[in-house]
């Protein structure tokens, strides 16, 4: 079992920057493939980025890419989300979600194949 909770989110100005940060509990953190979703209001959840156990090739929404970085700390049990350059369309409820198979190097798309998810942290870029 997992726990996952996130922090850092909050109200920053276009162009500006904000670091998400996820904690989990749970002995098996590191062997878990860890992804960040948002959800805007009246939108459908959407992915953002997701980086396998190993933390080699993460992957992007074409909607951030270049701009949002994924990276975890297997130690400290940690999953953070870069963001900068960000944009009035990235204002939604971030999520951090976690899929359960062991060690896989394959990155998981979509919600329905992550096991476990955090309460989410709002975040809000004004123009």
């Known amino acids: 079992q997992v726990q996952l909770v996130e922090s850092g989110g909050g109200l920053v100005q276009a162009g500006g920057s904000l670091r998400l940060s996820c904690a989990a509990t749970?002995?098996?953190?590191?062997?878990?493939?860890m992804g960040w979703f948002r959800q805007a209001p009246g939108k459908e959840r959407e992915f953002v980025a997701a980086?396998?156990?190993?933390?080699?090739?993460?992957y992007y929404a074409d909607s951030v890419k270049g701009r949002f970085t994924i990276s975890r700390d297997n130690a400290k049990k940690t999953v953070d989300l870069q963001m900068s350059s960000l944009k009035p369309d990235d204002t939604a409820v971030y999520y951090c979600?976690?899929?359960?198979?062991?060690?896989?190097?394959?990155?998981?798309?979509?919600?329905?194949?992550?096991?476990?998810w955090g309460q989410g942290t709002q975040v809000t870029v004004s123009s």
């Open positions: 979600a976690a899929d359960r198979t062991y060690y896989s190097e394959t990155i998981a798309l979509r919600e329905g194949e992550y096991d476990y």
């Open positions: 749970g002995r098996t953190f590191g062997s878990y493939s």
């Open positions: 980086i396998p156990w190993s933390g080699r090739s993460p």
